[in-house]
């Protein structure tokens, strides 16, 4: 058991579950979007299937991490992950510059608060996949 | 006719070379007083057309069984113009042994080193290029599972050539061995095979990189399928973003707060109402009353609108995605792995990429079946497109409507495409040639070409499509305006009362449905019934012919002879497919 192993298969299961958790939430007939107040479950189910997978594949992969078809797995599910989160930043940046009923531009006010909490799962777990470049360089291979 | 006979040991992937290079139409025969069949097609190479043969699988040309003497007979009697020799790159010492056999029996070659992916994973490394030298014959490494190399293998069928095996002997073993006598003796050859793989076959060389190996896993069905729907999922997440970010936010605005009331007001000829405006006035600013340039319905304003304001920001991010999934490389792969679904309809994994593309909007889609070799495979693209692929817009409008359902009916359109697409590939006589995919490997694109690229497309559909849209809504307004909408609206009515279950009122709106799906999708909203009714409706607004520009589109690409054929269609599965949502509709109780 290496470090990277338990790291990402900690990594794997908890996308997993949220994965899960958008999907149920998702379903035609309980669609909801939850708010915690800083974690938002957006219900949506295409979007829980590609996270459920995205941290199968992640798990997968720890389990074989020395080898490199595992760190291909996990490299894998954590773009999948990726493709989410990145869209999720996108769309607020752009959501957060247009004024809507009120003017061209946005206010000030209106443009920072487009940017608090809270997050769908995918955001906060972005920034514990980047750990993933580390074992990619080590091993030195692109 | 020229004939190319595939040989090699059983198993080592000459059916699928076979297929992918014979595309959709082969025969199976049986070769006369055995019990051993063989598989014919047809192929092209530059034009010219090819007989190819799948022979049995067969370890010698010294038959033990019926399936090799059947090959043996078959090599003599077809006189074939090239014989590709299939070789398991895994165990190339086995397929050499029929290699040089066929070469001292004097066939024109060329080797295929098939599986070329497994020897990879078994850090199996081959030179190709070495066994050219030594051989003297064209050596292609193929994947043929994923077509890779298959394109090359081609290409250089017409290479294919006779050597003189004493010569390959020389160039193993020097002059010393010229003495050997053709045809070699078994333990010759096994010495000779020795030699050969020595120079040609490394063990425990290769290393797997981990681009290699993601490039595998997004290409396996159980990987790739999931790793599809997220980049689809992507794909569009950035679209609606970046198009609602144009749209939504500021030209909207521009159009409706400043465009449209100041051409209301000065354009002479108003009235109260769109009738009771001047003819010129109804057809160009259209309603004098409307409040958004989407309901004006007049060329200078729903006219520009919808293609400036919609169509353009939605055009550019999708081409702009459309063109780095491509030069990621990514595209390819997913062509790849829907291959083999697409070929059950004479089509090819290519047809993804204009699929795809009409669910944004049918017209670049049209544009887009050029990527389709033949005439056959690009209209019947255009012609599923039309009936089965519902546009983003009528997508945004039935997740208003009926969002428990969206999913189930785009199951159900998908089956039809498939179905239909079943259909006319038996009906419709042409060809269709396999396009042999090669997958390059992953690369990060070049921010440069990426933009020049989309803003090539993106400019090409503006000059090609505007001019089309802007005929549209001129032609419809002037039909509305003559009440000739109406009237087709009261002769199909009963029909649609009776075979499709709906309500009377549902007739008008679906004959709207031609110029503006996703204004007729809104439109039946505001009509009285049930669920199963709205259902059956939302259904056939899909199904039922594409939108005006979508028409002209498909008028300008493939002529008015296929666009008639196309309509022929388009009728037909508007009746099968709608009579079938009646039924599935009724049957569930919905
Ligand atoms: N991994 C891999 N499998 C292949 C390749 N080519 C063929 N196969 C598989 O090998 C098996 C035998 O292929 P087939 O074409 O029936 O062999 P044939 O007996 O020579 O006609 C099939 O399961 C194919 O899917 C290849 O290039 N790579
Ligand atoms: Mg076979």
Redesign the interface.
Known sequence: MSWGSLYFGFLGVVLLVFGAIEFITGL??I?EVSDLGWLSIPGDA??G??TF??GL?VFMGSVKFQN??G???V??GL??LW??A???I??TV??S??GGEEG?FNTFQGFVSSYTPPYAPELWLFPFSVVVIYF?RK?G?? | MKKILLVGNPNVGKSVIFNRLSGARSVVSNYPGTTVDFTRGYMEIHGERFEIIDLPGSFSLEPKDKAEEVTRRMLKEKKPHAVVSVIDATSVERGLYLTLELLEEGYPLVVALNMSDLARDKKIAVDGQRLEEILGVPVVSTVATTGGGLRELVSRIPEARRVDVTQVVQRIKGKRGGKLHTPLSPDDRWNLIDKISGQVVFRGKYK????D??S???VQPL?GI??A???L??FW??F???A??WT???LS?LFDEYWLPWIQGSFPGAGATMAASSPLYAVLVGDPVASSSLEAMGVLTSGLFVPFAIVLPAIISFYLVLTVLEDTGYLPRLAVMVDSVFHKIGLHGFAIVPTILSLGCNVPAVLATRILETRKQRFMVMTLLGVFIPCGAQIGVMRDLI???V?LIIVFLFFGYFVMGAILNKLIPGTSPEILMDVPPYRTPNERTVISKTWMRASHFLVEAIPIVLTGVLLVNTLYWLGVIDWIGNIFEPIFVTWFGVPAETARPLVMAFMRKDMAVGMLGGIPMSTGQLITSVVLVSLYFPCLATFLMILKEAGPKDLLRSVAVMVFSFFLFGGLAHLMVALGGI
Not at chain 2, 208 to 211: P, V
């Open positions: 035609p007939g669609r295409w979007r299937i590609i997978f995205s594949f490199i078809h760190l291909g797995e490299v894998l773009i999948m493709i989410v990145g869209c999720d996108f769309s752009l959501e510059i247009p061209w990619i091993r291979g692109g | 797997h990189t981990l681009k190996v993601i595998d896993l997004s990987t999931p790793l729907i997220a980049v999922y992507g997440s950035f609606s973003a970046f609602g970010f939504d936010g500021f605005k969002p428990e359902y999913g």
